[in-house]
């Protein structure tokens, strides 16, 4: 695969219902941890659904994102709403549609 440098990478940044703040990008939610480098000026976030998931990128707490070490996610995106900044999980009952757009190609 072709490595691709993203540029420009806008995170939407919500709350969870538990206050914790999450970031969203293409569908796929992001937790922040903090870094043990000291610098307290950004974090990392890692994608919810964890190991084995290695999508992460690096983000100025202002929310800029200065890093991303991968994008690709090995899983379909959590099926989730976002109202007035909250993000509330959708409990998986079906397939979503993006499941079937990818076993239809
Ligand atoms: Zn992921």
């Known amino acids: 695969m072709a490595a691709e440098r993203i540029l420009i990478v806008a995170a939407t940044y ?3 219902l538990n206050g914790k703040q999450i970031a ?3 569908g796929y939610t992001f937790y922040a941890c903090n870094s043990l ?3 307290l ?3 990392m976030w890692r994608c919810t659904k964890g190991y ?3 999508a992460r990128f690096k983000a100025l707490n202002t929310g800029e994102i200065v890093r991303v070490t991968t994008l690709e996610h090995e899983h379909v995106p959590p099926a989730i709403d976002v109202h007035d900044g909250i993000l509330y999980k959708l409990a998986k009952k079906k397939p979503t549609p993006v499941t079937y757009a990818t076993h239809m190609r």
């Open 41 to 43: 000026d950004t974090s």
């Open 24 to 26: 969203i990008i293409d």
């Open 52 to 54: 084995p998931c290695k």
């Open 14 to 16: 919500v709350r969870n």
């Open 37 to 39: 480098s000291g610098n």
